[in-house]
């Protein structure tokens, strides 16, 4: 593996979920294989998994980890080619990444949408920006419109708990106070896709679609009661509106999780990535129960960067 900025570097998605889950069983199994080599881990936007669950991973894999909050410690950084940089921003990503790729052996990067231009968000302007200059292997720790990361930890979930041989997987929307990116559900929606061990669909109220580039070819229910039916693992999350970009159309909060929505379900396993507001995304009663699969599938974030770091440090 050369990168990790989407599914399309995964290889095959089962190797390395059971790569991860080997990592589960052994999280020293390889810990020479770092051994020498830093991980920098850039974060302009604030984490709580990705940050801690990616330093464990290295760390397992015996690699020295610097995290460094560009945001709030660095000097603004200019992402335009050809600009006169007499504004407030100090140093262009050009040199900024180029001297990153100096110190660390990888390069792991946090960045959000600005849910403002569609068109520079879905281009990943910025994480691509590193990815060109940096000359190292660049790993996503959620970019502008995918959460690699995360979906893998996701599968890995799905894999530990299935009970049939292709359960049957949905993503439902729900409402949220913030406008927030369209980039966990994308993920998800990609991975899901591409992997053949699980039967999918999306239920959102209409006007949520997401890009069909994600989406596609899963199936679509705007009834949500509909979708749930049979369900075996259900999958909770908020975004903004796609097509009217970064707006909120609705807040319905009759699309939160409730104990009762899961009475359509085949006794579902509920997931979603966190952090995640109670009461407003998902009912107490259904993250208190013995259905939420929350914690387990945050704790799988360890298993999924340790996969994907070894598979990047074999290849150096
Ligand atoms: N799910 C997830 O990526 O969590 P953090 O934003 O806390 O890293």
């Not at 830093?38 to 760390?59: D, Y």
């Not at 407030?88 to 849910?115: C, S």
């Not at 890009?211 to 509909?226: R, V």
């Not at 990535?273 to 107490?284: E, G, K, Q, W």
């Amino acid at each position: 593996m050369k990168q990790f900025l989407s599914v399309a570097d995964a290889g095959d998605i089962n190797k390395l979920v059971k790569l991860a889950l080997n990592y589960k069983s052994k999280p020293f199994a390889d810990k020479a294989l770092g051994a020498g080599k830093t991980m920098g881990m850039i974060f302009l936007n604030p984490s709580l998994r990705t940050r801690i669950s990616t330093q464990v991973a290295a760390r397992n894999l015996g690699m020295e980890v610097i995290v460094f909050n560009l945001d709030k410690e660095g000097w603004q950084l200019e992402f335009e080619d050809g600009v006169v940089m007499n504004g407030n921003k100090a140093e262009h990503v050009r040199e900024a990444a180029a001297v990153m790729g100096q110190y660390f052996d990888i390069l792991g990067i946090r960045t959000f949408p600005g849910l403002i231009n569609k068109a520079e968000d879905y281009s990943e302007h910025f994480i691509n920006q590193f990815v060109k200059h940096a000359g190292i292997p660049v790993v996503s720790l959620e970019s502008a419109t995918v959460h690699p990361l995360q979906s893998l930890a996701d599968a890995v979930t799905i894999r530990e708990l299935k009970t049939t041989k292709k359960p049957k997987v949905v993503l439902t929307w729900a409402p949220h106070v913030k406008a927030l990116p369209q980039a966990v559900p994308n993920s998800f929606a990609q991975w899901m896709n591409a992997w053949d061990d699980v039967d999918f669909t999306i239920t959102h109220p209409e006007g949520y679609e997401l890009d069909e580039k994600f989406s596609k070819p899963a199936k679509i229910e705007h009834d949500q009661d509909k979708a749930l039916e049979g369900a075996d693992f259900v999958y909770v999350k908020n975004w903004s509106s796609y097509q009217k970009y970064g707006q909120i159309l609705s807040t319905a909060s009759g699309w939160m999780m409730t104990r009762k929505k899961l009475q359509h379900t085949n006794n579902a396993k509920v997931m979603h990535c966190l952090p995640v507001r109670r009461n407003v995304v998902i009912a107490d009663e259904v993250l208190d129960g013995p259905e939420s699969v929350v914690v387990q599938q945050a704790g799988n974030r360890v298993w999924a960067a340790q996969a994907v770091l070894s598979e990047i440090l074999k290849q150096r």
